[in-house]
């Protein structure tokens, strides 16, 4: 499995060194949790990127990598309103429409999940719409 096809399964959005949020679909809508907190690497022990070492096979050597970056790093709060929140949603209009405030207000929300999100949302009005128009 490609670092990006472990990327996509699960979570839409996971937790990372750009992401302050993980986000998923559950049995009834969407789940938001947002950080209460991030960490903050060293430039001596910078967070390992997993797409690095996983199409490579490097999987001890990025163990290795993220114990020194963590024994190295600090944990700082996050001090703004909906740090530590979690939300549910029943479509994913609404889950784009708080990533994009998120994202205005200072969170870090990356844009692969954005992107995601966002074909999801197509794909899903396309479906609808060949649904209601057969051919």
């Known amino acids: ?5 472990w990327r996509e399964t699960m979570a839409m959005i996971r937790w990372a060194s750009d992401s302050d949020v993980y986000v998923y679909e559950s049995f009834n809508g969407y789940v938001v949790h947002i950080a209460g907190a991030r960490w903050k690497f060293s430039e001596e022990y910078p967070c390992p990127v997993l797409g690095d070492y996983i199409n ?3 999987l001890s050597e990025y163990n290795k990598d993220c114990t020194e970056a963590y024994e190295h790093a600090e944990l700082i709060d996050i001090e703004m309103e909906e740090a530590g929140r979690t939300f549910s949603f029943e479509n994913l209009i609404s889950v784009r429409s708080l990533l994009l405030t998120l994202k205005e207000e200072g ?5 692969y999940g954005l992107d995601r999100i966002q074909q999801e949302i197509e794909r899903t009005y396309d479906n609808r719409k060949s649904d209601k128009n057969p051919e």
Do not use: L, V
Not at 1 to 5: H, I, L, S
Not at 107 to 111: A, L, V
């Open 1 to 5: 499995m490609t670092y990006d096809q």
């Open 56 to 58: 490579t096979g490097r």
């Open 107 to 111: 969170f870090m929300i990356p844009q």
